[in-house]
């Protein structure tokens, strides 16, 4: 028997082009949805960006690992739907469907002709979800964005960046600020979907992602809401009101660690003594001085300092491990390229190989994060070319 | 019951409305993760431990205090006033069962039985000690929804590992890709993870709540931080694993640069003011024309080392120069609306200050909301940033005193009487 997975049930049609609506799209396809990226004959804007799978051709629409990264296990079809027959032949898509994609400024949909209530016209049971900068209505619905600039106005970059300020606000890498509207159209979805399950009518969910990043900086709002205090943003730790000691530390191999420093409770105090005495290294804590969380208070730089040391004679993966192993709260800060080899994740077959266009596959991609006893997450396939599944779906349709 | 019957639980709206959920969470992940099905109309029932208050109750948020960071906990602080803990737990209902002794085990099996989805975020092995595998939630609720989180996921080496927002985002890899090259990560300033990890698993209970909807049958699941992180890393891990890049050294990241697309001008920008910024992005021709025109074609624009894109790209460092003297002399607001009035990506860099007092978008689009809390008094909240045509939150509660919801939910709901009520207080077990 094969299992059922998550999405088996679903079609979706994916008319987005931007990263948000491509990663929205790629939650629901890595879990089993039918998601068919409906390209116009250019094909989606992110064909175009780089960087290119090695030794592709210049301009080969088929070979952005940009591309491939948003739109794994999707289906291309080439449709322009800025033709009356193209949108005709969309019409016929949207009635097989049960979710359609998409990431429009009100300008932009008055351009094209349709509003997102009009794709529900004949589809009842349709949920349409658009994302997209600024959402469906407000002042400031028609301003342009990108990842940086959503970002800067939504709020999380206030708090990124370094102690020193007059380095400006750094964007987190990953393109975040899409990613993150991608999880809130998802469960609009999901809500969506259960909702019809009881009512058999569709919806229409309208997500910006200047409302999505307002929400979402953490202890920022709440800072705001109960003392009335802004946070600072500080390197590579928490944006706090006042300054705070460093919580990245360099190592003997050229790395670093994540370690936040608290001397307030016993036992990961006396934890991190024991380690540091283990190594010979913890020169005066051991004194009994120490055991008075108000003298570690008031010590604290020169606790700080020890610790510098500390890390600075030990390579990052030997910290992270002992660390962890007297259960303390270390990260190493893994390069992309140090994940592969993981022995935790290769024991969780995390990785998995896809057999891409690239030579020498198949290759590695991230696989689901989430897994399920009773449901299966369905194998992972590569992106599509374009255009590639055009006639099968057509013949679909007829 | 309720000496304010605007407390009193009342049927709930939403499509989520009958779901009862026994939710272990804790933290700001877990927290995170069950606030949006109380939001949608699960009954989501917060157990909680008297002698292990939740940390976001302690986090010293207080309104009409002094700002103290959130390492400065103040000893013996009334566990109700906590701000985060509010912010968190809107809509929730609130118990407290002491897990340590075999009555408070057993009364929460009853809770078990009487819901259909069990949520946790404890380390590892410690949902196992209570003796509530999934095995045993099964026996007692055939259907169940059992949403377990971690950072690491429930098997591996690593497992029993030890992590919050901070660890994640450094061992997924979240921290190295995000800094200036040649220096140490700047990383992230907030626990994103604590964020996206959160939805991912609010999205995997939804999931199985859907499949049970459709099928009967429940599952258990195993969301990892981690993991999920590692999937947000973007395209550079495709070219790590596909083309075999290198990203340590000295070039790697770009900070507000792009590498791709070359798009220059891309960064954040120093406006008039102290430490008050401004991004602008320009990825083609055709905005970088629009953007010329609307600061005046200043004469560098016309320098050659900007005519194209490339070249623009290539000398970013004399590019982004002339840009900051163009934008150190106006207010980031002003920019930012000379620019998109151009057609041109820019905004000013926003604090919550900005967001919550002066952003017209967000006023428009009611993001935040209010709501009355019986210790903190008046409380602003971050709403759900998901607008449907045909339902919306259901905000009918501020975050739970501490066991304020014992009485409803152990007499009404599972039909506790009232001397075994009284016992299981007077001897601690609630």
């Known amino acids: ?398 | 019951m309720y000496l304010d019957e605007r407390r009193q639980p009342g049927p709930r709206r939403g499509p989520l409305a009958g779901v009862r959920v026994a939710d272990f969470c804790w933290m700001g992940v877990g927290s995170v993760a069950t606030r949006l099905l109380a939001d949608f109309g699960a009954e989501v029932i917060k157990i909680e431990d008297r002698t292990r208050i939740d940390t976001p109750r302690k986090l010293p948020l207080y309104k009409n205090e002094d700002a103290r960071n959130f390492g400065e906990e103040v000893v013996g602080a009334d566990p109700d006033k906590g701000g985060l803990f509010n912010n968190y737990c809107r809509n929730k209902l609130g118990v407290t069962i002491n897990m340590r002794v075999p009555e408070g085990r057993r009364l929460a099996e009853r809770l078990i039985a009487a819901s259909s989805v069990v949520t946790e975020n404890f380390a590892p092995g410690v949902m196992e000690r209570w003796g509530l595998t999934y095995e045993r939630l099964r026996e007692l609720r055939p259907d169940v929804v059992y949403a377990r989180m971690s950072g690491y996921g429930h098997s591996g080496p690593n497992a029993s590992y030890r992590s919050y927002g901070p660890v994640v985002q450094a061992v997924s890899g979240l921290s190295f890709i995000s800094g200036l090259p040649g220096r140490e990560p700047s990383g992230w300033g907030l626990s994103h993870m604590d964020n996206q990890a959160a939805f991912y698993n609010s999205a995997a209970i939804l999931m199985a709540i859907r499949h049970r909807m459709l099928t009967g049958e429940g599952t258990e699941i195993d969301v990892s931080a981690i993991e999920t992180g590692i999937n947000l890393l973007g395209p550079v891990m495709l070219e790590v694993t596909v083309n075999g890049r290198v990203t340590r050294g000295p070039r790697y990241p770009a900070g507000n640069r792009l590498e791709h697309p070359p798009a220059a001008p891309h960064g954040v920008y120093p406006a008039s003011g102290e430490d008050r910024w401004v991004a602008i992005a320009v990825f083609n021709d055709e905005e970088w024309s629009r953007f010329a025109d609307a600061i005046g074609r200043p004469a560098w624009t016309a320098d050659e080392r900007f005519a194209s894109p490339q070249s623009r790209w290539e000398n970013q460092d004399a590019l982004d120069e002339a840009v900051a003297t163009w934008t150190s002399q106006r207010d980031r607001y002003e920019a930012t609306k000379l620019l998109q009035e151009a057609g041109v990506r820019a905004g000013a860099v926003q604090n919550a200050q900005d967001l919550n007092e002066t952003d017209p978008q967000l006023a428009h689009r009611g993001v935040f909301f209010q709501m009355d809390h019986p210790v903190i008094g008046e409380a602003r909240f971050e709403g759900v940033p998901v607008h449907f045509d045909g339902m919306s939150a259901d905000n009918w509660r501020s975050g739970p005193l501490l066991g304020e919801d014992n009485e409803y939910v152990f007499k009404e709901l599972l039909g506790v009487a009232d001397d075994e009520f009284a016992k299981l207080t007077a001897s601690g077990v609630i």
């Open chain 1, 1 to 398: 028997m094969t299992e059922a997975t998550p999405y088996g049930d679903l079609t979706v049609v994916e008319l987005a082009g931007d990263p948000a609506g491509e990663a929205l799209g790629k939650l629901l396809a890595t879990m089993g949805a039918d998601v068919i990226k409906v390209e116009l004959p250019e094909g989606a804007p992110g064909r175009h960006i780089g960087p290119a799978a090695a030794g592709a051709r210049d301009g080969d629409p088929d070979a952005s690992l940009h591309f491939w990264f948003y739109n794994v296990a999707k289906r291309s079809m080439v449709l322009d739907y800025r033709t009356a027959d193209g949108m005709e032949r969309l019409r016929g898509l949207l009635r097989r469907a049960d979710i359609v994609i998409t990431g429009w400024r009100p300008a932009e949909w008055a351009d094209l002709g349709i509003s997102p209530a009009g794709l529900r016209d004949g589809a009842p049971g349709l949920i349409v979800i658009n994302l997209s900068p600024f959402g469906l209505d407000g002042p400031w619905a028609d301003m342009v964005s990108s990842d940086l600039v959503g970002l800067a106005l939504g709020g999380p970059l206030n708090s990124c960046g370094y102690d020193d300020h007059a380095i400006p606000p750094i964007r987190p890498g990953g393109d975040q600020g899409y990613q993150l509207t991608a999880s809130f159209g998802h469960l609009g979805i999901l809500l969506a979907l259960i909702e019809r399950q009881r009512t058999g009518r569709g919806e229409l969910i309208d997500v910006a992602m200047h409302d999505c990043l307002s929400v979402s900086a953490e202890l920022a709002n709440p800072y705001w809401f109960y003392p009335r205090v802004l946070v600072h943003r500080q390197t590579c730790r928490h944006a706090q009101p006042t300054p705070t000691q460093p919580a990245v530390f360099a190592t003997a191999d050229d790395r670093y660690v994540y370690f936040a420093l608290i001397t307030t409770e016993r036992k990961p105090w006396q934890s991190l003594v024991e380690w540091m005495e283990s190594l010979g290294l913890a020169v005066d804590l051991t004194d009994s001085r120490y055991d008075d969380p108000g003298f570690r208070q008031a010590n604290f730089a020169h606790i700080q300092q020890l610790v510098e040391v500390f890390f600075l004679l030990q390579r990052a993966d030997d910290i992270y491990r002992e660390g962890q192993r007297r259960g303390l709260p270390v990260g190493v800060l893994n390069a992309p390229e140090d994940l592969p080899h993981d022995e935790h994740l290769t024991a969780r077959n995390f990785f998995v190989p896809v057999d891409d266009d690239a030579p020498g596959g198949p290759h590695l991609y991230p696989g689901a994060p989430i897994r399920f006893s009773a449901l299966a997450v369905p194998p992972l396939t590569r992106a599509p070319r374009l255009g590639e599944h055009t006639a099968d779906i057509l013949r679909e349709l007829t």
